[in-house]
């Protein structure tokens, strides 16, 4: 369960941070930013942040236990 609720934790992370590199135009080297196409949206999107923020989240609630 705590991966679950990692994972929602981990993309949140990964929307917030690589809408704001994205936007800016730049790929944010390692992080791998790319655009996105979400349906009728363009949304930017990088899977090595999203597996690091999801990993730091359920290391995070580990950690609470």
């Known amino acids: 369960m705590d991966m ?3 994972f ?3 993309g949140i992370l990964t929307a917030l941070v ?3 590199v994205g936007s800016q135009g730049s790929s944010g080297g390692a992080l791998a930013v790319h655009l996105m196409a ?5 949304v930017f ?3 090595p942040l ?3 923020g999801s990993g730091l989240s359920w290391a995070l609630m580990l950690l609470q236990r």
Do not use: E
């Not at 979400?38 to 363009?42: F, K, R, S, T, V």
């Open 45 to 47: 999107w990088s899977w």
């Open 8 to 10: 929602v934790f981990g």
């Open 4 to 6: 679950l609720k990692a």
């Open 18 to 20: 690589a809408g704001l």
């Open 38 to 42: 979400l349906g009728d949206y363009d």
């Open 50 to 52: 999203f597996l690091s």
